[in-house]
DNA sequence: ACCTGAACACCGTTCAAGT
DNA sequence: ACCTGAACACCGTTCAAGT
């Protein structure tokens, strides 16, 4: 019984040239040599991403994808079940960039905070190159309860628990670990590419004061503190925080290590 | 030359008889003793809260919603612009249940502290009880790079602003502090609530072990540790975390009331 | 003043038909 | 084997028309 994976999709074989890695999974076509090949899941799921980075999320419908492939929309309906898991795939296929980025490797040669480090900026490079995409990395629904965003993949998860359990983690510390970066790194990212969003939306307007016509002086501290609120603080927060958090790590390690018995 | 709101939609003026509180916004209906009476923009966001945390956001289309209301769906159209703001009045609306919450008080008459903590608390109130929302508190591009989610208004980010800065914080401490809270509580409460989502839709299942058909020994630590990471620890991962953002704040604070001058 | 009917352009998705 | 055309049910939104 071949259920399903865990994006609902059956899995094809991984028969394409590159094998598992390259950071370049986006624009490039199926067989090398060839200028426009035939259809493909991959092609397809590359072919989204790039629309989404270019025309936002809410301009992707089926039949403005196929027509982006040269196709109808209904061809799509081959390669893929349906819109819904199409965007799954999207978010399948963002994420699985990381393994293509010679930033973050699996295994933790210079320590677990060095891992988590590469890790959480591998991601937030990720979150950045696609800020349309990002939304829904944060809220598809994850199909299992340990899955969570934005990591949302077994074998993240799994390489993240090694990497802390083998540094002298127990397996409650690491789990509790694996939450906590969880969090942050949604919670930041998410905050940091919405922020990015709303700067270019309206026009080259290079000021929008507060005053919302009326109650300027309902509000007399956001006004005085616009100017350090607009601040766009984003990196330095982000390593700030992230710091923060490997230290706060650091003591939830040491606790694990020797489960005091009273 | 009025503009636009927050929302883009025009405000109606608060002629509704409960006058800015009550916490129970969704349900009731406009006057009070008539049964069904005459349309309304607040009775239509209510209606559409109800149905998203009834029916899911997917469901809500403005057909339905009319259909729901008793009315046909271009009745609609006189009292929001369109189908997009609607979404803004939903989160507005939702959000605004946090006035009529007894124990989130706008001055902060026991410290900082214990304002951000009961902030916190109505925070995850709301967010649990409208799950089916709190994606689009998070999501939806926000209408100021500093009107952070999730909370998304002038008015709480005036009240948290003033409660800190009133309570030793230095400007930049208060700003600092903002930044970091809402991290916090859009990260952790967004994956609570879509933990929260992923347990009940798939049927009763009581368990849905790992093995993916194939690689069950691809992934050996997420199969030893499932049992570990599969326990809900939301509520007291939010209690510790929240506490431990207090502390650093308070670090913060004191830095920022001295500001070191070398 | 407030709601409706009909209409328009566009969706996702199906299925028999083409090549 | 792979794609298309036509069709279906459903959308958001507009506007003249009803009451």
Known sequence: ????????????????????????AVIPAGSPGSGRPGLDRRRILGAAVEFIDVNGLSALTMR???????????ALYRYVPGRESLLDGVVETVIDELYGDPDVHIEPTHGWEDYLQRLAHGVRRIALAHPEVFPLVATRPPSAPWIRPPLRSLRWVESFLTAL?????SSEGAVAAYRAYSSF???????????KGVKISPLDEPETPVRADADVQQYPLVVELEPLLSLDESAAEFEESLENLVDRLQLVRRESRQPRRD
């Open 1 to 24: 019984m071949t259920e399903r994976n865990e994006t609902g999709e059956p899995l094809d074989d991984p028969d394409t040239p590159r094998g598992r890695g390259g950071a370049s």
């Open 64 to 74: 403005r994808l196929g027509a982006h492939l040269g196709v109808e929309a209904m």
């Open 165 to 169: 359990t083998t540094h002298g983690f």
């Open 185 to 195: 790194l949604l919670g930041h990212l998410l905050l940091e590419v919405s922020q």
